[in-house]
């Protein structure tokens, strides 16, 4: 150590953790770089960010500016999927504070000989620079050194001392001798956009075929994709597609006992047919697979597969790797349970084998070999039921070679262990979404989860229902309950998800009182939803079709709540560029209401006492507000919600038609 | 990296930026070691702090208990002066998972085939434990092992199984193969309970003789302990004590040129007559100087010195080491400047000398030679002005060799900065105290400095006034203004202090409009303070008298604001052990206010609805509170405040006398 690096760098941000992970950003964002930078004394401080993608050797370097408080920031654009560095570097710029205060001597008229010596400091400043600068800056600095050493009068030798180029050239030239950098590098992990923003639809595979009673496939699969594509979803996920075991298979409504016939549920991975690189011979081969991945790629749809790390008692690994599972003293192998319930369909991997490091590679190979059939895109079922070690190497393995590839982490449990997945390295992570219904947990929920710490390292991924939550508001809302459920899941996050085909038609009906599961749920047979008028196509597409039109929808970071005076509407707003939308959503789906939202109208970058334009995107109307107080009326039965996207330039009513 | 090693440990506290510099405690504290801890699955885990002090080689353990939130906790105390170091350790307790599923399977009825199974789980864990237990409980646990073993009924065997004693040896010998070590040693600095709680006094030894116009003497101020002593203070705090430079030497009223017989600022430091090493011949001598110290220690008090570090153009460093020193190229040294303002009385260190080491050890070994005096405390003049790093290193240095050591920080600058002294070591640190003057303003400072993250590594000294600084509130508020900001100073924190005589007379003139300094300021002239009857010395011992006799005010971590409807009146408590005092101040001097106070009765730890006796420490009187909501009225031309001591077992007021 130097005891001479004067300078002090602290609380970087992003930083999650003291960098112990990546902060997370996609392609084509601009990353903002702070630290918190200061010294002893009074002398002046220059910054820089040093940034780098993994893959080049040389740092590129920024230039800080301070803000106030002894904060300073940069930015940088993130251009290449995979890991980007930064670090910071600071130092006394003894040249700068002799800069500045050559112009506070002169302002308080110092004496001609004080000001000499003050020229001849400064002329051993840039001769210094002189001496680092390659041969060109040298040959600039050499005029600005001549004219100090030669300049006729005093005033002379001053004037040239304002110019930029000189500035620019003890910059570039600068003493960097003792500078400070901070005390490790950062890493920001770059995904590809659709991390960030992403439009799920699920569905169940043999539920699909054209006719009642018939086990779908692949290609059922396929007739589907241009309705989910003109719904405007760009991923389908579809529970897991393998052989399902036979042995303790669990029958219709997860009855312990299957009667014959009944298919199972798609969890209880591996049979006879094979495991978890195997498909279910009913859904097709894997030649099938492949050809539906390609035709949704085509109308612009991911398929993603549903990662499950389990096997029924029938998975080939339990013959060939019993070591992988867990040996009860009496010869059996332990079985899923959650004391007393038991879950004799599901051999949980025993991770303390001796043989973990054989398991975690074939785990991560699993992953593998769907990529290599054009995977990129994966749901992990229950991934806090594994550990975490075993996800942040998984995860890290896998994204060195595809560094494209998406983990949406369907962890349903403790609020410390959903962070900790995202910082093992998920990518999108499910929420407690389905179960914050009034405004004001809506509210305190995504103020935590839209905002630094979380959002740096956790994406969510909201989704109204799945197939095993079908959440009491959509039980007892009525066809209200799931249009504001919806709206609210598509406008408050970018990433959202609906388990479709019993979303769109509003099936509402629970296996019992106080229970989350579907009366006869797919889970474990397979069923025929017969084509509908009568369900959410339309609104689904309209509302995805103005998250892709707005830009401000494609984000959370911007998202901000604005008061209102009645507790059922909540009112909030994005902007991205100059695009911005604010949503009033009635979050009461037995009653109309109404009340006054108070706009910050400096969120929307909207200036006080002039009249603004709102377009409402789901009725068409247009209103001119005038202030950031306005009066909203919403009827559930008619619509639930206003998504209102601001149109700046208008001046009076008339000038509507101009703007689109 | 041990790929099974399944828990998490994360968010450890106390923790100071990520453990890079120590959390601070006294002798006598109980420590609070926190953290997250997690792991995937239903798994139950164990959890130890282990702890010690750097002195000793050997760990001692601490089990943890779960809090909520996956939070965990345990306490240790700390004994020893020095670095005591922390971490925390936490594995999957298969055993307790087992024993805990087991009470489950039987309630659950399970059959008697699985409880036999069960059992034999069970026993592989108890014989494993013994296999690592030492002999007396390895003898023990065999008792277990043959129950289990040979019991005739599974009830007999089961019967056993609920014992504390086997929990506890199964505790102590537990399978820790796959415990999970958090990622670094946590630090806490012990000092000395002085430290946490200390109350100051200043004077200038020179103004001390007992007539006017003559120098005073460390003898004169021999003869005022006793009056410091009686009023409560137990540090004694003087400026440099060292010779002052005649070149340049500043004038009365910081008059740019010394008339004849002009004594300088204290801080000028360095003569004829030797630099920081010596003292000023008019005060006497170091053996003068060293039974100054040994008196006061005799009365209860400690002598603090002032180290400022800079010289005067004739302080012998100048000849001796002028490479200390910035050479401007006109041959002169560069003196103290923030242009357009000059110092000329001062040189600075120039701490980029290429003689770095030298002059950083010459700076240490100053502390060094006033230790070997019998000095303990230092009062640290503009530690802001020298570089962090240099500080870090010092302090740390020195107090390897005297742990008893304390620092107080007097930088007045800003806040990133005085917290980052904080961090690199000193014991104690000035505030902006003297310029929070509003109730609101009070309590959002109070609230950031003396909780965490902030308390545990920033220890603050309020001061009402300092020889530098006559606030305006003292200027324009009168007697009343004195004697708040006198209650304030003391009651909010434990460690404060004042520039005595001045405060203790109500000074309040200052130089100039708009200036916080004296007039005729004692740092650039010798001043008889004439003794009084007629000042604040019975209000500052009864204050002092109050702080030693109740616990609660020797510490801040405790401090609670409690809301009141009146702007003008603040509303703190602060409670330890069984002690709890109220403090209510009117903080305006000018006029009396009423109002409610509405206590928070939790953070009193009083019960609702249950009567308590408020006990005023000031005024003697004694009130019957009957619940959290009460009328106080102060006039601060009586007494601007109530300091209340809680008196808990009141029943009714005839119980009065019982209580003290």
């Known amino acids: 150590m130097d005891g001479r690096n004067r300078v002090i760098i602290e609380a970087a941000s992003p930083e999650v953790d003291g960098g112990a992970f990546p902060a997370k950003r996609v392609t084509g964002d601009v990353v903002i770089a702070e630290a918190d930078i200061f010294t002893d004394g009074h002398d002046l401080i220059s910054a820089i960010v040093l940034h780098r993608h993994e893959s080049q050797p040389e740092w590129t370097e920024v230039r800080m500016q301070a803000l106030v408080n002894d904060r300073w920031r940069a930015q940088f654009p993130v251009e290449q999927l995979g890991f980007h560095l930064f670090t910071i570097e600071a130092w006394i710029d003894h040249f700068l504070t002799w800069h500045r205060d050559?112009?506070?001597?002169?302002?308080?008229?110092?004496?001609?000989?004080?000001?000499?010596?003050?020229?001849?400091?400064?002329?051993?400043?840039?001769?210094?620079?002189?001496?680092?600068?390659?041969?060109?800056?040298?040959?600039?600095?050499?005029?600005?050194?001549?004219t100090l050493e030669s300049g006729d009068t005093v005033k002379d030798k001053i004037a040239d001392l304002w110019s930029q180029d000189l500035?620019?050239?003890?910059?570039?030239?600068?003493?960097?001798?003792?500078?400070?950098?901070?005390?490790?590098?950062?890493?920001?992990?770059?995904?590809?956009?659709?991390?960030?923003?992403?439009?799920?639809?699920?569905?169940?595979?043999?539920?699909?075929?054209?006719?009642?009673?018939?086990?779908?496939?692949?290609?059922?699969?396929?007739?589907?994709?241009?309705?989910?594509?003109?719904?405007?979803f760009d991923i389908l996920y579809m529970p897991p597609i393998h052989p399902i075991g036979v042995n303790f298979r669990k029958g219709k409504n997860n009855k312990v006992a299957a009667e014959p016939g009944d298919v199972g549920s798609p969890w209880a991975i591996g049979g006879e047919e094979g495991g978890h690189k195997s498909v279910h011979p009913d859904l097709g081969t894997i030649d099938d697979f492949e050809r539906l991945v390609n035709r949704a790629k085509e109308l612009g749809i991911e398929v993603a597969m549903d990662i499950a790390f389990q096997a029924s008692p029938d998975h080939p690994y339990v013959k060939e790797h019993p070591q992988w599972f867990l040996m009860r003293p009496d010869g059996t192998i332990q079985y899923a349970e959650n004391p007393p319930k038991k879950y004799q369909d599901i051999y949980p991997f025993h991770f303390e084998t001796d043989q973990w490091t054989e398991l975690w590679d074939e785990l991560r190979d699993v992953f593998a070999f769907w990529v290599r059939k054009g995977v990129r895109v994966f749901r992990v079922d229950n991934p806090h039921t594994k550990p975490l070690p075993f996800w942040e190497w998984c995860i890290r393995d896998l994204k060195k070679e595809w560094p494209d590839l998406i983990f949406l982490a369907e962890a349903f449990t403790r609020p410390k262990i959903m962070y900790r997945l995202a910082k093992a390295g998920y990518t999108q992570s499910y929420t407690y979404f389905a179960w914050r219904n009034t405004a004001s947990e809506l509210q305190e929920y995504f103020e935590e989860i839209t905002k630094p710490p979380v959002s740096d390292f956790f994406r969510p991924n909201v989704w109204p229902n799945t197939p095993d939550i079908l959440t009491e508001f959509l039980q007892y809302g009525g066809r209200p309950g799931f249009t504001m459920r919806f709206i609210l899941a598509a406008t408050l996050a970018s990433s959202y998800g609906i388990y479709g085909p019993a979303f769109e038609r509003y099936v509402h009906q629970a296996r019992e009182h106080g229970s989350e599961e579907y009366l006869d749920s797919e889970k474990y047979?397979?069923?025929?939803?017969?084509?509908?008028?009568?369900?959410?196509?339309?609104?689904i597409a309209a509302v995805n079709k103005i998250r892709r039109e707005n830009l401000a929808l494609q984000q959370n970071a911007t998202l901000t709540f604005h008061p209102t005076d009645n507790e059922h509407i909540l009112c909030y707003s994005k902007t991205a560029a100059e695009n911005a939308v604010i949503c009033v959503v009635n979050v009461d789906p037995h009653n109309a209401h109404a009340g006054w939202v108070d706009l910050d109208l400096e969120a929307l970058r909207l200036e006080e006492g002039r009249p603004f334009q709102v377009h409402d995107l789901l009725s068409g109307a247009r209103h001119t507000w005038h202030n950031g107080r306005n009066f909203v009326k919403l009827d559930p039965n008619v619509v639930p919600a206003h998504i209102f996207r601001i149109r700046r330039r208008v001046r009076t009513e008339r000038d509507f038609e101009y703007f689109l």
Not at 113 to 119: K, T
Not at 531 to 539: I, Q, R, Y
């Open 167 to 232: 500035l620019d050239l003890m910059w570039r030239n600068a003493e960097r001798r003792f500078a400070t950098r901070y005390g490790h590098e950062l890493q920001i992990e770059v995904d590809r956009p659709k991390a960030a923003y992403s439009t799920w639809y699920e569905l169940f595979p043999r539920s699909t075929a054209s006719q009642p009673g018939k086990h779908g496939t692949f290609l059922d699969v396929e007739a589907q994709l241009p309705r989910i594509a003109r719904m405007g």
């Open 102 to 146: 050559l112009k506070k001597r002169i302002d308080a008229k110092v004496t001609d000989d004080e000001l000499d010596v003050q020229l001849r400091i400064g002329l051993e400043h840039i001769r210094a620079a002189a001496a680092r600068a390659n041969a060109r800056d040298k040959r600039k600095l050499q005029g600005f050194i001549e």
């Open 525 to 539: 047979e397979v069923k025929y939803w017969p084509p509908t008028d009568d369900d959410m196509t339309e609104l």
